[in-house]
């Protein structure tokens, strides 16, 4: 007997991030592009909120929400963000090992009481994070079926 298959949630969620990994010239612009919306205040640092912020403007605007379609309630159905809630449990493993790149410097940011570059994604670190983002929702997501409830049929997490 064989494992299934990446559901098509997952393959949706990993399609719209996996391409920034890649080394070529048409990912670098990709990353550079994404990389400044996903830094909104400029510092060249990634928080894991700025992340999120970021990867949820991706999947909504591969997966704008549907007025013609509706989900079980009747309201519009929202696939992006449908799909950034089912796989957000991993989003934090995710970011932890893509901050940890790089060697941290241990020099604490300037404005911040402790915080060094090993808190947040960097500039060069974010060449990974979308693609361990990708493949953490991957490895997860079996575990996250047993334990919190991902439907086959819908990426709702759900308790149990």
Known sequence: MSAPGPSKELSQFSACFYELGEKTDEAAGLRKAAFSKADPNGNGLCSLAELETWM???????????????????????????????????????????????????????GTKSA?????VSKGEFRLSAPTFACMVRCLTPLLRLTVGVRDESPTMTSR
């Not at 060094?116 to 947040?120: K, P, Y």
């Open 116 to 120: 060094t570059d090993d808190d947040f």
């Open 56 to 110: 949820l403007a991706v999947l909504m605007a591969k997966h704008p929400k549907n007025p013609k379609k509706k989900d079980s309630k009747g309201n519009p159905l929202e696939r992006g963000k449908d799909l950034w809630d089912a796989f957000r449990p991993s989003y934090i493993r995710a970011f932890n090992d893509a901050k940890d790149f790089k060697a941290d410097t241990g020099k604490v940011i300037e």
